[in-house]
T-cell receptor, first 113, second 120 residues
Framework: DVVMTQSPDSLAVSLGERATINCRSSQSVLYSSTNKNYLAWYQQKPGQPPQLLIYWASTRESGVSDRFSGSGSGTDFTLTISSLQAEDVAVYYC?????????FGGGTKVEIK | QVQLVQSGGGLVKPGGSLRLACAASGFTFRDYYMGWIRQAPGKGLDWVSYISSSGSTTFYADSVKGRFTISRDNGNNSLFLQMNNLRAEDTGVYFCARAPYDNNPWFDYWGQGTLVPVFS
């Protein structure tokens, strides 16, 4: 199985500052024929289901704030929140969908400093 | 608007069975792959299963293979998860979710979740 490793486990960022979350896959999730990375990012707030933020590693889902951006390729990926707002407090997960079983990272908890 | 409304959770003893349901609306259900993802208390997300748009192809995590069965009723816009021989480690919140891309899916809409506690 492809192991998704997120870092850090948690981070505290001041309002208006940048938050950066990393995700590493144990195998490449880049499909060379299409040059697409099979990587998604989700946000989960307490007591709520996850919400899709990013797919194909960098494509923002419709309606998602442009504060959120995804980057990376192959095995190393990053989710960036450009200017942290109070409503961004949540746990963030990456997911690879290149291989079955589908696998998620362990999550990164983002808090306000 | 897309809605996924779940039902069917509840306390069950080890070895018992439970059937979860997910009623879809706001989109053409028969055109989409669908999946189930679970979350143990205080833990991360764990993919369980997904099913093709026609229902002819199914995929399972090894941890549930042979015990869980995913199915769908496209005429009634419903997704199901039949869970048999439940174990304590199956305890968690189960989410149904829509997959916007055939095969190798990510999930763009999620149900509200249903709690399945498995203990004696």
């Amino acid at each position: 199985d492809v192991v998704m490793t997120q870092s850090p486990d948690s981070l505290a960022v001041s309002l208006g500052e940048r938050a950066t979350i990393n995700c590493r896959s144990s195998q490449s999730v880049l499909y060379s024929s299409t040059n697409k990375n099979y990587l998604a990012w989700y946000q989960q707030k307490p007591g709520q289901p996850p919400q899709l933020l990013i797919y194909w590693a960098s494509t923002r889902e419709s309606g998602v704030s442009d504060r959120f951006s995804g980057s990376g390729s192959g095995t190393d990926f990053t989710l960036t929140i450009s200017s942290l707002q109070a409503e961004d407090v949540a746990v963030y997960y990456c997911q690879q969908y290149y291989y079955t079983p589908l696998t998620f990272g362990g999550g990164t908890k983002v808090e306000i400093k | 608007q897309v809605q996924l409304v779940q039902s069917g959770g509840g306390l069950v003893k080890p070895g018992g069975s439970l059937r979860l349901a997910c009623a879809a609306s706001g989109f053409t259900f028969r055109d989409y792959y669908m999946g189930w993802i679970r979350q143990a208390p205080g833990k991360g997300l764990d993919w369980v299963s997904y099913i093709s748009s026609s229902g002819s192809t199914t995929f399972y995590a090894d941890s549930v293979k042979g015990r869980f069965t995913i199915s769908r009723d496209n005429g009634n816009n419903s997704l199901f998860l039949q869970m048999n021989n439940l174990r304590a480690e199956d305890t968690g919140v189960y989410f149904c979710a829509r997959a916007p891309y055939d095969n190798n899916p990510w999930f763009d809409y999620w149900g509200q979740g249903t709690l399945v506690p498995v203990f004696s």
